[in-house]
């Protein structure tokens, strides 16, 4: 894979149940990615405590919303991030990149 880890996404948008952790405490709101071989771990810190959003390749969604945003979807659990720097875009780029070269083949394509 060659570098696995994004750099620090800041948090712009999420899902009722992600905001309700991360009003807890006054920080900056702001997450990692990191790709493994059948999914991406999502991570986030609210108060002292690490949570993971665990999202396997075939129920991830990633969508580019407006200028400078990415949005990861699960189901109905979502993070919007900014992506305002080369380093941030070039990591949804290959992330995106490999999902697509790691799909099951669909039923279309035979």
């Known amino acids: ?4 880890g994004s750099p620090k996404l800041f948090i712009t948008e999420t899902s009722v149940e992600i905001h309700n952790l991360l ?3 006054n920080n900056v709101n702001s997450c990692n990615i990191e790709m493994r071989p059948k999914g991406i771990i999502l991570r ?16 991830l969604s990633v969508y580019k919303g ?11 659990h979502f993070i919007k991030v900014r992506s305002d ?6 990591f949804f780029r290959k ?5 697509a070269d790691n799909a099951p083949t669909s039923i279309e394509d035979l």
């Open 1 to 4: 894979m060659g570098g696995i």
């Open 23 to 25: 009003i807890l405490d």
């Open 44 to 59: 986030f810190r609210s108060l002292l405590e690490t949570y993971a959003l665990v999202i396997p390749y075939y129920k």
């Open 66 to 76: 407006d200028f400078a945003v990415y949005s990861v979807y699960r189901d109905h």
């Open 85 to 90: 720097t080369k380093a941030i875009q070039k």
């Open 95 to 99: 992330l995106l990149d490999y999902k």
